[in-house]
C-alpha cells in the first residue's frame, strides 16, 4: 500500500467518541428581550392609564416604562437560568 492508498484524517480511526455537549442559553439576549417587552408593557399602560395631576403622559410613559423594563430584564434572566438547568441535566 503506498502513501495514495492510505486513508487519513477521521476516516483513519473509525471508534466513536460519544462527548456530551453543554448547551447553554445566551444570556444577554434574555435579558435584553425581556427589557424590550417589559418596556412596551409599560408605554402601554403609561398611556392609557389614568392621569396623574403634576406629570405629563410622556414622564409616565417614562417611568413606568423603565420600571417594567427593569422587571422584564429580571425575569428575563431568570427564565435563562431556568432552562439552563433543564438543558443541562445530567
Known amino acids: ?3 495514495q492508498e492510505r486513508p487519513t484524517g477521521p476516516q483513519r480511526n473509525p471508534r466513536v467518541v460519544r462527548r456530551r455537549v453543554r448547551r447553554t442559553p445566551n444570556f444577554l439576549r434574555f ?8 418596556l412596551i408593557v409599560g408605554a402601554i399602560i403609561g398611556s392609557t392609564g389614568p392621569q396623574t395631576a403634576g406629570y405629563s403622559t410622556r414622564t409616565g410613559v417614562a417611568l413606568i416604562g423603565a420600571l417594567l423594563a427593569a422587571i ?3 425575569a428575563g434572566a431568570i427564565v435563562g437560568l431556568i432552562l439552563e438547568r433543564l438543558l443541562n441535566r445530567p
Open 1 to 3: 500500500m503506498n502513501e
Open 72 to 74: 422584564g430584564a429580571l
Open 31 to 38: 435579558i435584553i428581550t425581556g427589557a424590550v417587552l417589559g
